[in-house]
């Protein structure tokens, strides 16, 4: 069964400084994996995806992520986070077989906080 | 473009009764998948659709039912409500289903009293 691990509940930076959101997850196979962003009260948006390829992934406002299959992590990074960064983040793994058809889970999420 | 629409934004409902909620993909999207988000967790699945027939489900008990129509918009059906369903109820679509990225919609606030 495919599941998904975010560590850490809650994390708080000061704006300007660099932001890494850790990530683990469990696939049998090749996964695809996601990063969304939430804001209170609002819908998922898509930051940034792994199908295959280059392990390092660019998404979208200045986020990137790196595939390690060797420790099954996808963490999610950003070199200078701005005020407007605080939201949720959840971490994603597509399955494509069986009942797990266009299947995502997803962690826990992950409160970030910007201090000015 | 216009993104994945879904109505109504808000709804209030009794304990037992069914609730219909509806969601309109992306133009071209043929894919529209269904989750369930609760207060302070990430989103559940619920099901799949693709091309009008299911192609995945998620543990949810047979109250919760769903459908794709001809322009692939997509109702998600909840029969004999309890406490527990209220929730967040998302969906989303996509354009290369299964390993395609899901685009989601605003959501449904669902509250159960």
């Known amino acids: 069964a495919q599941s998904v691990t975010q560590p850490d509940i809650h994390i708080t930076v000061s704006e300007g400084a660099s932001l890494e959101l850790r990530c683990n997850y469990s696939?049998?196979?090749?996964?695809?994996l996601f990063w969304y962003v939430q804001s209170p009260g609002q819908g998922l948006q898509l930051l940034l995806k792994?199908?295959?390829?280059?392990?390092l992934v660019q998404g979208i406002k200045g986020f990137e992520a790196e595939f390690k299959r060797s420790q099954s992590s996808f963490n999610l990074r950003k070199p200078s986070v701005h005020w407007s960064d605080a939201a949720e983040y959840f971490c994603a793994v597509g399955g494509a077989g069986g009942t797990s058809y266009g299947k995502l889970t997803f962690g826990q999420g992950t409160i970030l906080t910007v201090h000015p | 473009d216009a993104g994945v629409t879904q109505s109504p934004t808000h709804l209030i409902k009794t304990r037992g009764q069914h609730v219909t909620l509806r969601c309109s993909p992306i133009s071209g999207h043929k894919s529209v998948s269904w989750y369930q988000q609760v207060l302070g967790q990430g989103p559940q699945f619920i099901f799949q659709?693709?091309?009008?027939?299911?192609?995945g489900r998620g543990n949810f008990p047979d109250r919760f039912s769903a459908r794709q129509f001809p322009n692939y918009s997509s109702e998600l059906n909840v029969n004999a409500l309890l406490l527990g369903d209220s929730a967040l109820y998302l969906c989303?679509?996509?354009?290369?289903?299964?390993?395609?990225?899901?685009?989601f919609g605003p959501g449904t606030r669902l509250t159960v009293t």
């Open positions: 989303a679509s996509s354009l290369t289903p299964p390993q395609g990225a899901q685009y």
């Open positions: 792994y199908f295959s390829g280059d392990t």
């Open positions: 659709y693709y091309e009008k027939e299911e192609r």
């Open positions: 696939y049998g196979a090749t996964p695809y």
